[in-house]
Structure formats: C-alpha cells, structure tokens
C-alpha cells in the first residue's frame, strides 16, 4: 500500500496519489519540492528519505521537517546530496538505492534531520551515519564543510558547533588490543593433522566432506544423551568432531583406523555407512516415539534431559501436552509475559544476561525476579511454550547483524568507546543461529560494572527489550560483559563449538598446566593469571597453531 502523506504536504494530483509507489521511493509528482521561503534551517541541503523500516508517523514528521528546513526534498536519490534513511546494513540498503549511488551519498540517520532542525543548522554527519560501511564518505560529505549562503558569521558559528560537537561526543580511543586485526589472520592447515587427539589442533569446517556420516553419529549421540548416558554421549561426540576434521570423503574403513577417537564400534557403523547409504541404529533411533517425544520436550528452553524423560514417564508425549502440565495458555504467554533475566557477575567478572521485556507484571529487576519477588522457576518453561513458536525459528544472519547493531549503538549511547563481538555460531559461519550472543567490554574496567543492568533497563525502557527485534518475532539474544583484560578470553569461550571449547581447555590443563574458560587464564600451581592482548595471543600462549573461528565447527 502506497504511502498516504499527511494533508499539509499532500502535493499529488489524483492522477498520480493513484500510482503504487515502490519500498524507498518518496512518492512526489516531480523530482523536487522547493520549499516555503520561512524557514532555511539547512540552505543548500537537498534531502532523500528512504521509507523501509519506517513508520507512516515517522514518513510524515520528516517529510514535513525535509520540506521546511531543506532546499529541495528529491524524488530521485541522484539529485540529492544526503539520503535520510532507518535502515542500518549494507544488504537491506541495496535494495532501495545502488551502492555505487549510495557511496557518493552522505548516509545518515532520521536523527540527524531531527537535531539539525533543532539546532537551527546542519550538524555534522559523524555522528549520525547510519551504514558503518560508509562512514568515511558520510563524514567527508560533512555539511558543515562548505556554508551555502557564504555567510563567513554563519560559517564561524557552524565551524565552532562541529569543533564542540566532536569534543562532546567523541568516545574514548579504544586501545588497539581490544580491536580485531585490520587483516584478518588466515589459518595455516598445513600445520594441522586431522589425526590429532585434541579439536584446537585440527580445522574442522561448518560442512565437511563426511557430513552425512557425521549428522548419522550425532542421532546417536543425541539419543545417548537424552537417556543420561552421558559417557557414551561423549564418545560419540569425539567420533563426530574426528570425522568433522578428516578433510576428505571417506571410502573404506582402512582409510581412518588411525584416526583417533574411532574405535573398533565406530568404524563397523563407518563401514556400513559405506555399504549401505546409512547407519540402521540411526534409522531405529529417528523412529522411535521415545526419541521423538524427549527430543521434543528438551528443544523447549529450560528442559533437560533429566525433566524431559520424568515428562515422559508422566505420560506426555506433545507440546499439547506439556502446555496442559504446565498450565500454560500459550495466546496469554506470548502477548502479556515476556521477561528478563540477568545473571549476576561472576568472580572472575564476566555478566550474561538475557533479554525480553514485560508489559504486565512490572518491571524485572537485575536479579531477574519480578517486582512482586516471583522467583523464575517453572515460569521459565511456561514463557518459552508461549514463545516456542517465535523461538524455534531460525534467525539469519542479516538479522543477527541487525540486532548487534541496534544493542551496540544503545549501548554507546549509555557509556561511549564500547567494544562488542558477536559470537557463538554466526561467528563460525552458520547462516542461521538458534540465539544471538554478544560480548562487550569497555577499555576503562571501572565502565564494565553494572554496564549490563543499565544497558538493559534503557532497552526496557524504550521497548527495545524484548525478543520483538522485527517483524514482531521474538529472539532469544545473550549479552556478555566481560572485563577488557579477559575479553579474548571470553570471545573463544564463547564462540564454540563444544567439543573444541572442551578441547581447548584439556589442552590448556594436559600441555600447559594452565585454566581456562571465558573467564580468562590462569597458572594452575600458583593461580597467576595471564591477560592475552589478541584472540591469536590466547592461541600461542597455549603453543597451538592459529584456527579462524569459521574451522572450530567441531559438532555437527
């Protein structure tokens, strides 16, 4: 449906308010809309407003402020200098203007049209660029660089706003070891055997050349895992993460008899993998109502194993049914009980929280109770069968990207010179994730503390706290504080997979005599901790070969 402008713009003749506009074109009858000579807030600036991601409300303020204030409000993005727009990616950008056009554009945020009105003339663009990816070219294009009225009073007084602006506003310098490296380092796979006993040694891709093999193990594995027979869970595991690494197809059982953690049951399921197309105790397993039925219950947030076969032993066997065990109206749930949780800090100072919000019950408080003092228990489970089928959803990576971006910019509102990295399996190239987990620090430890509370309480606050990060789904998203001596630590602590974090740390403790976690590193007979300045520098701390996160897919 076109967009409707608001009557005291409305300029379209019945002819053409008639014709379908398409997403991100302004619907105007010419390519300009001269202004109304008593307001000059921004002379010389002519405006493209972008409509995706923005409200009719939101279409209708800017216009009416683009009108007023701009020398010309452009039907065509070619004829203007600054493109007004709510979208914060590259990809959803090239979908209503070329990025080649877009690159001799300054790209800035609805705020910046907002403030510089206020302000009674052009703020500089610095602040308010909406796609990172061109931050150089909006910063050059700075309106503030050239006064179009020649006026050199104007131009003094606009020179002193962008000097006091930028000493304002201009976070601290993030020390260099709290950056990635501008080159990303690329590993060596010739330094790597497959045949290692230990994951942190071997490059295991997101897909492998045995993945078929592998997803038929990991059925059995699962299926260990939901009876509580964890040891042989285990087993499986390495079996899994072995295969995940061996970088071709296998064809016969001699080919990987040396290969550890392939023992003598595992390579007679090999072999008749190979001679049959699949493995039958998989088949068996796939089919079997109790697989089905403890797969199905432990996919619900807050149900494990353990819960999931007394469910079954109770007589359950659908979600139906646990939403009649549980009392639960799933309509109630997802419309009126969205929570949060923070976790509390732990002593070796990382925080984790996870964040929705609540329209009724109050607001949570940072012991993630409601007001009323209700403990989180069972509630758990109620809220994710409300939500499961928001939850159980996949989230794209456009989308992780999106919801990184909306977190850190809010973030930086609250304590600027913030750093973040999104982990988990985005980080290792999954194109879709369960969850979104993020990790901050600050260069200033004194900054970390409490950070997570606030930054959750502003995003209650402006309703951005909740798993309706678009399109009205909820997500799942995790936030991480981590203190800046332990950032590198947390970052590969959490950025997985299992087998390699477990992997990595039994190398830490057999080869090194050392402890680690996301927590950070410490000397096991004397507790002196070590405080790696890159990611890499965790890596040859331990004396192993570098692996780039997209080869740490050790699970299927």
């Known amino acids: ?111 910046w049209l907002r403030d510089s009105v206020k ?97 038929e193990f990991d059925i059995i594995r699962r299926s260990r895992a939901l009876e509580g027979e964890e040891r042989s869970a285990l087993s499986y595991a390495r079996a899994i993460s072995a295969l995940k690494a061996i970088p071709h197809k296998i064809t016969s059982r001699q080919q990987v008899e040396d290969v550890s953690y392939l023992g003598t049951k595992v390579l007679s399921l090999i072999e008749e993998f190979l001679d049959t197309g699949h493995i039958s105790e998989a088949l068996s397993i796939s089919d079997s109502p109790r697989f089905i039925a403890l797969s199905l219950f432990s996919s619900v947030y807050g149900i494990g194993p353990n819960t999931a076969r007394r469910l079954y032993a109770l007589g359950l066997r659908t979600l139906d049914d646990l939403e009649a065990y549980y009392g639960v109206d799933p309509s109630e749930v997802k419309d009126e009980r969205e929570f949060v949780e923070l976790e509390k800090p732990s002593e070796k100072g990382h925080y984790a929280s996870e964040a929705s919000t609540s329209r009724a019950g109050g607001k949570p408080d940072v012991k993630g109770r409601w007001n009323d003092g209700s403990e989180l228990g069972e509630d758990w489970v109620k809220i994710a069968l409300g939500l499961r089928e928001d939850l159980g959803l996949k989230i794209p990576r456009d989308e992780v990207e999106e919801m990184g971006r909306v977190v850190v910019k809010e973030l930086n509102e609250i304590q600027p010179g913030c750093v973040s990295t999104i982990v988990g399996g985005f980080r290792r190239g999954k194109p879709e994730s369960n969850d979104v987990d993020i990790i901050f620090t600050h260069p200033d430890e004194s900054k970390v503390k409490d950070l997570c509370k606030r930054l959750v309480r502003r995003l209650y606050d402006r309703g951005m706290v909740s798993h309706v990060m678009r399109n009205g789904v909820r997500r799942r998203l995790d936030l991480i504080f981590a203190q800046p001596q332990i950032y590198w630590c947390a970052v590969i602590g959490w950025s997985g997979s299992i087998m390699f974090e477990r992997d990595i740390r039994q190398w830490a403790k057999d080869k090194c005599g050392m402890k680690f976690d996301s927590s950070g590193i410490t000397r096991r007979f004397d507790s002196k901790p070590f405080y790696p300045k890159s990611e890499k520098e965790v890596f040859d701390l331990f004396g192993l070969e570098w692996i780039e996160p997209t080869l740490r897919n050790a699970d299927v």
């Open 1 to 111: 449906m076109p967009f409707k402008r608001p009557a005291s713009v409305q300029r379209i003749s019945s002819k053409e308010s008639s014709r379908s506009e398409s997403p991100g074109e302004t619907p105007f009858p010419s390519k300009r809309v001269k202004l109304s000579e008593d307001t000059n807030a921004l002379p010389g600036i002519k405006a493209y407003i972008v409509l995706a991601k923005l409200t009719p409300s939101a279409v209708a303020e800017l216009f009416t402020l683009a009108e007023k204030n701009c020398e010309a409000l452009c039907k065509e993005v070619n004829d203007a200098d600054v493109v007004i727009t709510a979208v914060g990616m590259r990809r959803r950008l090239e979908r209503h203007i070329p990025w080649n056009i877009a690159k001799t554009k300054a790209i800035v945020t609805p705020k």
């Open 119 to 215: 302000a009674g003339h052009p703020l500089p663009y610095e602040n308010y660029v909406s796609i990172q990816d061109l931050y150089d070219e909006t910063v050059q294009k700075s309106a503030l660089s050239v006064s179009p009225l020649g006026d050199p009073t104007i131009d003094a007084q606009r020179q002193e706003a962008h000097e006091g602006s930028h000493l304002s506003s201009t976070p601290p310098e993030v020390p260099a070891y709290l950056l990635p490296p501008l080159i990303p380092i690329v590993t060596d796979t010739s330094k790597l055997s497959y045949k290692s006993r230990y994951s942190c040694q071997r490059a295991s891709p997101l897909v492998c050349p045995n993945q078929a093999l592998a997803l």
